[in-house]
Every structure is written in structure tokens, then in C-alpha cells.
Nanobody, 119 residues
Framework: QVQLVESGGGLVQPGGSLGLSCVASRSISSFAAMGWYRQAPGKERELVADITRGGNTNYADYVKGRFTISRDNAKNTVSLQMSSLKPEDTAVYYC?????????????WGQGTQVTVSS
């Protein structure tokens, strides 16, 4: 079992930038994908961005051009660089590690880090 620990959340003004980091307790190279999800109060958890073992990235439409996801297998880290932040980006951001066992998807989650975009 892997543990994921997020850091980097906080309060930022609209239009500002913030970087999130997720460190895994063991190698992430075996995971099919690493990603960031977010959950705002009263809303369901949603995908922000993910990156496959091969480095292919996928972004939600509402963050394209503003957020960048990256992974460093040597450091067991996945990062999310966020810019041009909007109040609607306010949410708890969760790191995710996704593994596939045949047709079964196994998700591991971090504890989450709060991002608040407000003036």
C-alpha cells in the first residue's frame, strides 16, 4: 500500500499562482496514472489533471492552459502548477494514484490540501 502526502495549498488572490506537490511513500513508476482531483463544498470530487506512466497528460477543460501537471518518478512526486487562479478553483485538492488489476481500478488517495482563491 502506498501513502500519498500533499502539500502546497493555501490562500491566494485571484489571478495568482500556487504549486501543489504530492510525495508517495514508495515508487510511483508502477502506477498507470497519477492525478489531481478536487472537491468543492457541496460538489462531487472531479478530475483536475492526470499523467500516465508514459507521460501523457489529460486536463479538465476548466483548467486547460492554466494548470500544468508533472511527475518525477525518481523523487516519487507528482506536482500541479496552477496559475491564473479563479475563485471557482477553491476546493480541497487530492492526489491520486491509479493502478489497474485486469479490469479492476484501484485508487489510492491523499488526505487533501485546501486551496482558497479569494481577495
Amino acid at each position: 500500500q502506498v501513502q500519498l502526502v500533499e502539500s502546497g495549498g493555501g490562500l491566494v488572490q485571484p489571478g495568482g499562482s500556487l504549486g501543489l506537490s504530492c510525495v508517495a511513500s514508495r515508487s510511483i513508476s508502477s502506477f498507470a496514472a497519477m492525478g489531481w482531483y478536487r472537491q468543492a463544498p457541496g460538489k462531487e470530487r472531479e478530475l483536475v489533471a492526470d499523467i500516465t506512466r508514459g507521460g501523457n497528460t489529460n486536463y479538465a477543460d476548466y483548467v486547460k492552459g492554466r494548470f500544468t501537471i508533472s511527475r518525477d518518478n525518481a523523487k516519487n512526486t507528482v506536482s500541479l502548477q496552477m496559475s491564473s487562479l479563479k475563485p471557482e478553483d477553491t476546493a480541497v485538492y487530492y492526489c491520486n494514484a491509479k493502478a489497474f488489476y485486469g479490469a479492476i481500478v484501484f485508487d489510492t488517495w491523499g488526505q487533501g490540501t485546501q486551496v482558497t482563491v479569494s481577495s
